[in-house]
């Protein structure tokens, strides 16, 4: 007994060592979470450049594609409306507010396109003459674009956001393209046929000032520092005499830094 008591009590002084160790290094461990936690990035900077496609809607384009005017043997239609694509880029500023939320803003310069077709035919039965004007007009506005964002952090794969812009003008033309085939005795004229106008006129006069747009999308990371950048927004109206909304996807990357 007399050689085993310091045996018991060396064993004893070594269990309560260890169990002081471990609570010890739990408190690290905790104390070290913390510290990683606090330090973690508030600021994320994205540099994003990407195309965009346009299309303008509404029930006036509805409207404008069902209108027929027949007088006698003339008529005209007008108001096809077709996308078209462009591209924007610039810079976004993430905040993240704690681990699941996050808002955002930025400037962007974004360009949209969109067409508009019509078309006129004029037709004398007892002439056999028949000329027909196409106009094909290419919309080109680039905006300003200021986003307010608010963006969920929880899903691992994607960070979808929903948010508005609002959009300064800094540039709007219209491409115009008129073409011209008449017929004669079910012949075609070729002095009076092909191309008679391609110009490209200043449109910014009948462009509004400013516009707001909402918008959906996403970011989905695919590399170190570098993400997908995916949205749809759909904007107030953009032009004076055209009361109609436009519809804009939008599909590019993004790099990243955090500070």
Known sequence: MNYN???????S???????????????????????????????????QIGATGSLMGGQWVKDQKSIVLNYDSTYLTYGQYKPAFGFYFGGILDYS?????????????????????????YYHPTAQFDENLSNK?????????????????????????IGIGINFPLSSKAHVQTSETTTINNEIDQERSGTIRDTTLDHKDNTRNFL???????????ANHWNLELSAERTTQIFEL??????????????QLSF
């Open 97 to 121: 507010i704690n681990e699941k939320f996050s808002v955002s803003s930025g400037l962007l310069f974004t360009q949209r396109k969109f067409k508009e077709n019509s078309q006129y035919n």
């Open 212 to 222: 707001f747009s909402l918008e959906t999308g996403a970011t989905v990371p695919i």
């Open 13 to 47: 002084l070594m269990a309560l060592l260890t169990i002081n160790t471990y609570g010890l290094t739990q408190q690290l461990d905790t104390s070290s979470a913390e510290t990683i936690q606090d330090t973690q990035s508030k600021y994320t900077i994205r540099i």
């Open 137 to 161: 007009i290419t919309y080109q506005t680039t905006h300003l674009n200021i986003p307010l964002r608010a963006k969920l952090n929880t899903i691992n794969w994607i960070e979808p956001f």
């Open 5 to 11: 008591l310091p045996l018991l009590v060396a064993l």
């Open 242 to 255: 055209i009361n109609a909304h436009v519809w804009t996807g939008k599909l590019g990357v993004s790099y």
